[in-house]
């Protein structure tokens, strides 16, 4: 049996690209960090005193470099393989390097791993560098990205769009019913044989337009199997139609699912015959029924074909079919024990008219556009019963999945990078007036004391500018992704300092469980999401715990520095109205026909108010912040509320009230500005100007992914509250669940401790809700503290007529609640070696934990005051009938008392990768309405395993999905392999495998691992 360096020393004889001898810097201990064969190791670079320089023979085969140690060009050993992927090539051409012979190095994505190169001469190195390039997937992927959006400019549709993929059959599959031996198998089938629908598709389209649907099971038998381990077959079957003497080719319809090794396989994937393509009278089907044998390589034989007329379908709401199996087959089986195909079939309604009339589309279309919303066909799920509802056939489960790219996705995050744009272009003013005063013709006495600057102080306004101007890009870039329709952030894009306020891969998945006619009775909302960090910064030095641990006093100088630029951007737009009004004022009064004092009354209350809230701004600047004095003296104040008096009165000195009112004001506010902006700079002088900043951009980033993940949450699943659980909101706060997947290991836990720093923040911004059109969007409220949301006017008008909360514009606070459990090999190799960062996971749970159960207290309490129709939503088990259901819905504080007890014992505890942890805060949230986001690295992978595993759960706990481990097991898998969750791996990395590999899922807890076949080795 060949092992792994076998095999890997048997490629590194294959004919090499390139070859030859470099001298290669390797770190002494980087063959002891990953833990697997030497081949596998990374080469990481250590500190000088720990390298070695050996010469070495190169071979570059494809994208794999082998390296073997030695200058013997003869030798098949090989010592490292290095993977030329998620990296980039350095090269220093100064003179300087000359006498270095000739370095470059590759750079790895991953964390910041390098690799040094000497060549023997400058062709040589140019030859190397110019192989490297070549070799390099990642320069394709920019060219392959180019040639789409030329495309996409050119056609206006995207050409890897999943929905536009044709699913096509490599080779011909071999019948088994054939003379001879099954020598011509395995026949390889294309990687999108199990996940899409019929070809050239649109799957929204497929799941809107009428037709018939056909519900199929078989009867096999052990004798059709060749595989002697397995009793039954996996089988699998595809749907072909033709109909002749229109068409002289079969044409695919559809696929099922595999099921596998079961006599009496029910296909949960259902097939449907769109209304119109075909002709009920002389169309025929062919229903080609296979035995996959291996999922990874996808490859199967076909076991037997049954024809039938469209018409007999449309006559026979269930119909047998026997299989046309072979005279030799015959001779052996019992004619009693044929094997027979069971077609059920229902006329499938058309969706009022087709995509732009879908229930679901009707229901998103203010998030979200119908080009972008993608559904699947129903899937049909065994559920409990206690007798079989017709004899010989279990009742069924309808679920259908949906997803969607979310426009506020978008939009949030462009409104945040404007609002912290313009704040800190009136710091860049106040610096720049600041320094014009610091200037020799413009000093004056006495403001030297104060406004006087320092080396260091005149060293952080160029800061500020090029701050302000990388913001700048940040919103352009934003604004033109709005403005081509484009509101995803791909993951592999989450790196990109363009879109850096723009959260990774979020979209939002939706699980429904829908009646005869695909009417919505239930579904469950999960935000999918990247990790909300900043990715842009990389995580060398960790995130922002890690900069307020090794900076003490930095989170304080941030706080103060921020509120200062707040100060400043408010009192700016205050001063700005308050000139508008004065200057109108003004010319009236100098007009050839003066108007009595201002225009009118509304002028004047305006006036008044805004000069009152300038003077508080003011006061309460002099109040809060005590290290520096404002200058500005209670005579003044008291003078602008004289001028103002006399401004707002009759008569004719009010004009010239007007004037030295405008004079003063501007006045006032110049001195604030000037105090405001040495108040920030004597604050960022505490601290080191880079750890100042690249912190406060890690906050204004991770902020707004994150509270955009939040508000989509929100605005996705208000719409199946009832009166009761609105109430409940009002009363206790919006609980969002935020379940995290990260590890604690390195650049993960630096994307971890950047969610861990935002989250208390999430708990001071307010949630408003206002009537509109569909397609309006969340506005973010230029303090950052308040957003509202758009409720369509439709839903507004029922809501509103029982809910006072929403017309007088209650602001619902949020309970933003994070936990976290890292679930892959990263996590595994901290816990091994005792890692500190575990602290981070441990003490995010413990707050997490006081402030679950300070939400539990609350709604308790809260329901224990009697109010008519009060019952929550969750409580009563939506969608289950069973007694044990009805058991469950007599206590639901109880329950909710029980759980919290739960999670603090796995806390307590605290075990290698608790995920009961996530799986019991889950279900708290059921029972409570909550909002729910999943997130991982890329929001992709292990994102998708929670996600399928939560519906999964929910579907068993809410709508009586049958409970055993088998059908359990069965239906994730299900799930996984031909759910919605592969095409959101394709619309991120062009495959619709999940990036795994076996070494890595043996580290995964057993139910987070996808089915085989379902993964392969690739970017995250």
Request: proline share 5%; glycine share 4%; net charge negative.
């Amino acid at each position: 049996m060949q092992t792994n360096c076998d095999l890997l020393q048997q490629h590194s004889r294959l004919q090499a690209d390139k070859s030859g001898c470099l001298q290669v810097l390797i770190g002494k201990d980087s063959a002891g960090e990953s833990g697997g064969s030497k081949s596998d190791k990374k080469l990481s670079s250590k500190s000088a005193s720990n390298k070695s320089s050996d010469a070495c023979i190169c071979r570059l085969v494809g994208n794999l470099l082998f390296v073997t140690k030695g200058i013997d060009p003869l030798a098949q050993d090989c010592d490292y393989l290095i993977v030329l992927e998620a990296c980039k090539i350095e090269v220093d051409y100064s003179p300087a390097n000359v006498e270095a012979d000739y370095p470059f190095r590759l750079v790895f994505d991953y964390e910041s791993q390098t690799v040094l190169f000497r060549a023997a001469s400058e062709e040589d190195r140019g030859a190397w560098v110019a192989a490297f390039r070549e070799a390099s997937i990642f320069d394709k992927l920019d060219l392959a990205e180019s040639a789409r959006q030329k495309i996409i400019d050119i056609t206006g549709q995207d050409p890897l769009e999943p929905t536009l993929i044709e699913a096509e059959v490599d080779a011909t599959v071999v019948d088994a019913n054939a003379a001879g031996s099954f020598s011509g198998w395995p026949t390889k089938i294309n990687e999108e044989s199990f996940t899409t629908e019929s070809a050239g598709t649109d799957p929204a389209a497929t799941s809107n337009a009428g037709g018939l649907e056909l519900d199929l099971s078989l009867r096999c038998l052990p004798a059709l199997t060749a595989d002697p381990s397995l009793q039954y077959p996996n089988a699998y079957v595809e749907v072909h139609a033709c109909t002749p003497p229109l068409q002289s080719d079969w044409s695919l319809v559809g696929r099922t699912d595999v099921v596998e090794n079961s006599d009496l396989p029910m296909f949960r994937k259902v097939v449907v015959i769109p209304d119109g393509q075909y002709s009920e009278d002389s169309t025929e089907l062919i229903f080609d029924v296979f035995d996959v044998r291996d999922q990874i390589s996808r490859t199967m034989r076909k076991l037997y074909s049954v024809q039938a007329a469209l018409k007999q379908l449309r006559g026979n709401p269930e119909l047998s079919l026997l299989a046309a199996t072979s005279d030799t087959q015959a001779a052996v089986v019992p004619a009693n024990q044929q094997p027979t195909l069971t077609v059920q079939m229902r006329v499938r309604p058309n969706q009022l008219g087709g995509p732009s009339k879908n229930r679901h589309a009707v229901l998103l279309r203010h998030l979200c556009t119908e080009q972008r919303l993608v559904a699947s066909n129903p899937y049909k799920f065994p559920v409990e019963q206690n007798q079989m509802s017709n004899e010989g056939h279990q009742e069924q489960l309808s679920v259908q999945e949906f997803m969607c790219d979310l426009k506020c996705g978008m939009h949030v995050p462009m409104q945040i990078a404007t609002i912290e744009l313009t704040r800190l272009r009136s710091l860049e003013a106040a610096l720049v007036l600041l320094g014009e005063h610091n200037c020799p013709q413009q000093q004056r006495d006495d403001w030297l004391p104060l406004y006087r600057l320092s080396a260091s102080d005149k060293l952080l306004a160029p800061l500020v500018s090029a701050l302000c101007q990388e913001f700048s890009v940040c919103v352009e870039e934003t604004n033109r992704r709005l403005f081509d329709g484009d509101f995803m952030k791909l993951s592999r894009l989450r790196s990109s300092q363009q879109l850096a306020f723009v959260p990774p891969n979020l979209q939002l998945h939706r699980l429904a469980v829908v009646d005869s006619r695909e009417k919505p009775i239930d579904f469950l909302d999960i935000v999918s999401v990247g990790a909300s960090a900043a990715h842009s910064l990389k995580f060398k030095k960790g995130g922002i715990l890690s900069a307020y641990k090794s900076t003490p006093g930095l989170e304080d100088v941030l706080d103060v520095c921020e509120q200062a630029v707040t100060l400043l951007h408010e009192g700016n737009q205050l001063c700005d109205q308050l000139n508008r009004i004065l200057f109108s004022a003004s010319n009236r009064q100098h007009a050839a026909h003066p108007a009595p004092g201002l225009a009118s009354q509304a002028d004047s209350e305006r006036l008044c108010d805004l000069v009152n809230r300038l003077i508080f701004l003011a006061s309460n600047f002099l109040i809060v912040q005590t290290r520096i004095a404002l200058e500005l003296q209670s005579v003044g104040m008291q003078q602008l509320n004289k001028l103002l008096e006399a401004a707002t009165s009759d008569g004719s000195a009010a004009a010239a009230a007007c004037d030295q009112l405008l004079q003063e004001v501007n006045s006032v506010w110049q001195q604030c500005r000037l105090t405001l902006a040495k108040l920030w700079l004597t604050e960022a002088g505490k601290v080191p100007a880079d750890t100042l900043l690249v912190t406060y951009r890690r906050r204004a980033q991770s902020f707004s992914q994150m509270l955009t993940a939040v508000v989509c949450g929100v605005a996705a699943h208000f719409s199946r509250w009832n009166e009761a659980t609105w109430r409940q909101m009002e009363a206790c706060g919006i609980p969002v669940y935020m379940e995290s997947l990260l590890s604690v290991y390195k650049s993960e836990c630096g994307m971890l401790e950047d969610m861990a720093a935002i989250v208390p923040r999430l708990a001071h911004v307010k949630l408003s809700f206002f009537p509109g059109a569909m397609g309006d969007q969340p506005i973010v409220d230029e303090s950052l503290r308040s957003v509202r949301i758009c409720v369509p006017q439709p839903l507004w008008d029922r809501l509103s007529a029982s809910l006072d909360c929403l017309l007088r514009g209650h602001r619902f606070s949020l309970v933003p609640l994070m936990f976290s459990v890292g679930i892959n090999e990263q996590q595994t190799l901290a816990e091994k070696k005792r890692m500190a960062s575990l602290a981070v996971q441990r003490d995010l749970n413990k707050r997490s934990a006081v402030g679950l159960r300070h939400l539990v207290d609350q709604v308790i309490r809260y329901r224990s005051v009697p109010m008519p129709g009060a019952t929550l939503a969750r409580f009563s088990g939506a969608g289950a009938t069973d007694a044990d259901n009805d058991e469950k819905a007599a206590s639901p504080e109880q329950r909710l008392r029980d759980k919290l007890q739960q999670v603090e014992l796995f806390i307590e505890e605290d075990k290698s990768k608790p995920v009961g942890l996530l799986h019991t805060v889950e279900e708290m949230f059921w029972l409570l309405d909550g909002v729910r986001l999943t997130n991982c690295k890329s929001g992709k992978d292990r994102t998708a395993m929670a996600v399928t595993l939560e519906q999964a759960r929910w579907l068993r706990e809410y709508h009586r999905l049958r409970s055993d481990r088998a059908n359990f097991e069965s239906t994730v898998a299900f799930l996984r392999t031909h759910g919605l969750r592969r095409r959101n791996c394709f619309r991120n990395i062009g495959t619709s495998f999940y990036a795994f590999n076996r070494v890595q899922l043996t580290t995964f807890p057993q139910m987070y691992r996808p089915p085989k076949g379902t993964y392969e080795r690739g970017p995250t």
